[in-house]
């Protein structure tokens, strides 16, 4: 299930980087509770409501 591949994921890959995630579809708030119980494993992870919103929060984490 997606609740243990993104907990899984992070653990394994360990993101150093900023990582910026955006979901549409069904179950959508589901998957960003998820998202967001996950960020103890991914703190360089932020979720974003649209591609244009997903855009500005990764050019924002780069500048730093």
Not at 4 to 19: E, H, I, R
Request: overall charge negative; charged content about 25%; aromatic content about 2%.
């Amino acid at each position: 299930s997606s609740d243990v591949c993104s907990s899984d994921l992070a653990k394994t890959v360990g993101f150093q980087v900023p990582l910026v995630v955006r979901l549409e579809g069904t179950n959508v708030n589901e998957a960003r509770a998820l998202l967001e119980a996950a960020r103890g494993d991914i703190p360089t992870m932020q979720t974003a409501t649209d591609l244009t919103d997903a855009a500005k929060r990764i050019v924002a984490a780069v500048k730093g």
